[in-house]
């Protein structure tokens, strides 16, 4: 944990005074910290280790997904980041759609990417000249792998939180989730969550799946893999041919029997995903809906694309107007 995070921290159930966190009995590897705790004036204490401070475990309530991501995340391909920083700006822009260049939305700013998987947008965000970024995921191995792809550079500091619950301050220039806020218990609600942590004039860019473009076929199989051990789930994509590493070999080549089918393909087999049957969470949005919540947060549209992501600048956020709280705090 970079020690600027603590300027942009809270926590998650306290407010006011009670919410500021401190650092306890730290331990500094590499000019960082990591171990340690952090502790607010309640007694909330939430642990710091490997250098990621963890508000998840520390609450029970929360739903444990986990072990889906950590799975997910252990059998993608390991990443090295540099050098990709035009590939990773390209690839933003299909989703953001930002006008003009995407370096002047990121430079000397404040940065939340809310859902940083292997990071490599936190990368993209930090190759640009973001001041901090705030790298948030819930899954621990996300997050291993996130410190090792980007090469932890010292203007990102990465967190183990709920996207529905973040520790965090109305302190961000930018806040971005790409492909994330569809897998959890209310898109519409954590898009509300990160959207409130927004200082006026700041900008939002948000990727949901879209109606209809998930394979057909994965809502039937849901009923039986939601039930059925991770672990054995993983195994079959990988014998079937739809593994997350392209350097495996398939026992069985469904994505590439399939795939060459095109559009006969209808029930999308060749497109079935591991996430796609083992995820708690899998909701499908409209670009009305996307539009309406940016509308309802107060938050003026810039651009929208129709594969369902669009981005935007508050221009005023208040609980007069929005319904939502603006705590600095």
């Avoid at 705790?37 to 929360?62: A, M, N, R, T, W």
């Avoid at 191995?141 to 203007?155: F, H, M, R, V």
């Avoid at 079937?240 to 350097?247: A, T, V």
Wanted: charged share 25%.
């Amino acid at each position: 944990m970079k020690t600027f995070f603590l300027d942009y921290c809270k926590c998650p159930y306290c407010t006011g005074d009670n919410s500021v966190l401190k650092l306890v009995d730290p331990e500094y590897r590499r000019q960082e910290v990591f171990s340690g705790k952090l502790i607010c004036q309640s007694g909330h204490s939430f642990e710091i280790k490997d250098y990621v401070p963890d508000f998840v475990d520390c609450c029970s309530s929360l739903p444990k997904r986990s072990q889906v991501y950590d799975l997910l995340w252990d059998a993608h391909a390991k990443q090295d980041y540099k050098g990709r920083v035009h590939e990773f700006e390209n690839k933003f822009q299909v989703f953001a759609k930002l006008p003009g260049r995407a370096g002047d939305y990121f430079k000397d700013k404040v940065v939340l990417d809310a859902g940083c998987g292997q990071g490599r947008f936190s990368y993209l965000a930090s190759s640009l000249g973001a001041k901090h970024v705030i790298c948030a995921d819930y899954s621990q191995e996300a997050l291993k792998q996130a410190i090792q792809s980007t090469g932890n550079p010292d203007n990102c500091s990465f967190i183990r939180a709920d996207i529905m619950q973040l520790p965090l301050k109305r302190e961000f220039d930018f806040i971005f989730s790409m492909g994330v806020l569809h897998h959890t218990p209310s898109t519409k609600e954590s898009y509300f969550s990160i959207a409130r942590l927004l200082k006026d004039g700041g900008y939002v860019s948000v990727y949901v799946y879209g109606k209809f473009t998930l394979p057909l076929i994965t809502w039937p199989l849901r009923i039986f893999t939601l039930c059925m051990p991770k672990e054995r789930i993983l195994r079959i994509c990988d014998a079937c041919g739809l593994s997350y590493d392209p350097l495996k070999t398939p026992v069985i080549p469904i994505k590439k029997v399939f795939g060459s089918l095109g559009r006969l393909d209808f029930l999308g087999l060749s497109r079935l995903t591991y996430e796609g049957l083992t995820t708690p969470y899998l909701w499908e949005h409209n670009l009305k809906e996307l539009m309406g919540w940016f509308k309802d947060s107060g938050v003026e549209v810039i651009s929208h694309t129709n594969i369902i992501s669009a981005s935007g600048r508050l221009k005023a956020f208040s609980k007069d107007n929005t319904g939502i709280s603006a705590d600095k705090t």
